[in-house]
């Protein structure tokens, strides 16, 4: 600092004011570090410049001296202007905030200024200028407020809410937990309890979980501003908030899973009502049915016409009771995601046989061929199996012309054994194949005058439950083709 430059500063200074032995230190102030420092005459023009300024300026002090503030920093010109003006008319400036570009391409400078007005005599003698590059604090504040942001839109997407509370009294909340519960803003929150957002009947058990800081989630009801209670699931931590101890607390609305538990609840309901009233209700007549008509048949005695009414009936009895079965089967594939299945060591080809044998028997002029290749062994449902044969088998003698054969061929593999069940005819009258798997169709296989329509579908279901694969081909005049094809290790038995 050229120390001639100060005295002159100073010589009008009474020493009274200034003493001699004082000046080294107010210099030394004058020249502290992160500090820029001017002294400007009432023109305004800089007199004198400090280290720190000459510096930010990237100028010497020499060649600052003597220039107008606006020449030193043209493009904070308008700016310092205005408050160079209410500083020389005696008013004092105190950290105003300044951005200086220095030119295309550089990084804003960031400044904060202050001015203040000085006097000799009561006359205005100019502004003592100071200057501080705020540059590294606004970068670090802004990337602060970058990174909280941040945090708050993660805290956004990982719950429908949260707030901070000091022993129940809210200090911080999100847009998000003040929608849920029916407020426009947060601030409507800040200062109050938060228990005042749950429902009466949850407090008591609410107020113990906060007393005891609790650390694993637990479920309360919201209560929204219109009166309605909002289950939620809330998960709260200890936190350090400005110094001190607050818990931050995580909020979910579990109002679709509740509504989703209650659905289960009562589809589980229904279920166990539904096949109770299907199982044990009407079987019990049904079997009613079936033994007298059986009586009847063996009794004898019967005339022409009496025969046949009974064997109607008998008749009409096992199509009821096929159908009862379907329907029980639906409802536990539909109700119980599937249906239960439980394998043992079984010959495929012997299950195949006793059902063709008995189908030969209700349809004595039909041709049922069975070709068998490999070894078909393996664990399966024995009884589900059976069923699957004999509704493709029963669909392909329902489809196919009369005095036309039903072939059934089993292939067994390395991994596997594969069934397939032919039928001559016309092709299934449908776009697409894989529609007939579903429930309730009577218009290409799966039911008849005798089903529900749902055989084809519990084919499927048979097939899924032993993790294998079921598919149709069809088309004139190859007719139509069922193939099934089951690992011989089937998966663990459903406890459904």
């Not at 005058?449 to 749902?454: E, I």
Request: charged letters at 25%; glycine letters at 10%.
């Amino acid at each position: 600092m050229p120390q001639s430059v100060f005295h002159r500063l100073s010589g009008g200074i009474p020493p009274a004011a200034v003493p001699e032995e004082a000046r080294p230190f107010l210099g030394a102030l004058m020249n502290a570090p992160g500090w820029g420092v001017a002294l400007l005459d009432p023109e305004p023009r800089l007199v004198w410049v400090n280290d720190a300024l000459a510096s930010l300026c990237e100028l010497p002090p020499s060649v600052l001296v003597g220039r107008r503030p606006s020449e030193v920093w043209p493009s904070l010109a308008p700016a310092l202007s205005s408050l160079l003006s209410r500083a020389l008319a005696g008013e004092q400036v105190n950290d105003v905030p300044l951005t200086e570009v220095l030119g295309p391409g550089d990084a804003p400078r960031h400044l904060s200024v202050s001015m203040v007005p000085a006097a000799h005599g009561g006359v205005p003698a100019g502004v003592v200028l100071v200057v501080r590059d705020d540059t590294e604090r606004t970068l670090a504040e802004a990337a602060l407020r970058e990174r909280e942001e941040h945090m708050r839109s993660i805290a956004d997407i990982s719950c429908d809410g949260y707030f901070i509370h000091d022993r129940g009294v809210c200090v911080d909340a999100n847009r998000a937990l003040a929608h849920l519960i029916g407020m426009t803003e947060p601030a409507e929150l800040l200062g109050r309890n938060v228990l005042e957002w749950v429902a009466p009947e949850f407090r008591a058990s609410a107020r113990e979980v906060m007393e005891r800081e609790v650390e694993a989630p637990y479920e309360v009801a919201a209560l929204h501003r219109d009166g309605r209670r909002i289950p939620v699931e809330v998960l709260a931590r200890t936190v350090t908030l400005q110094g001190r101890p607050v818990r931050l607390a995580a909020v979910w609305d579990v109002s679709s899973r509740k509504a989703s538990e209650e659905r289960t609840a009562r589809t589980e309901h229904f279920r166990d009502q539904f096949l109770g009233v299907v199982g044990n209700d009407l079987r019990a007549p049904l079997q009613a049915i079936q033994l007298g008509t059986g009586a009847l048949q063996r009794v004898g005695g019967l005339d022409d016409s009496q025969g046949r009414l009974v064997r109607h009936v008998a008749h009409a009895a096992r199509r009821l009771e096929r159908m009862i079965h379907e329907l029980l089967d639906f409802t536990r594939a539909r109700l119980a995601g599937g249906l239960a299945v439980h394998p043992v060591p079984t010959e495929m080809e012997h299950v195949v046989e006793r059902v063709a044998d008995e189908r030969r028997r209700s349809h004595p002029g039909r041709i049922l061929e069975v070709v068998t290749r490999g070894d078909t062994r393996g664990h399966w449902d024995e009884d589900r199996v059976a069923q699957l044969v004999d509704n493709l088998l029963g669909n392909a003698l329902r489809l196919g012309p009369e005095g036309t054969p039903v072939g059934l061929k089993l292939a067994g593999t390395v991994d596997g054994v594969t069934l397939q069940v032919h039928h001559e005819g016309p092709p299934l009258p449908v776009d697409d194949p894989a529609t007939l798997f579903e429930p309730f169709r009577r218009d290409g296989g799966g039911g008849g005058a005798d089903g529900l329509g749902l055989s084809l579908y519990l084919s499927r279901q048979i097939v899924l439950a032993h993790a294998g694969r079921i598919s149709v081909e069809s088309g004139s005049p190859a007719g139509t083709r069922f193939t099934v094809w089951l690992p011989r290790e089937s998966p663990t038995p459903l406890g459904r």
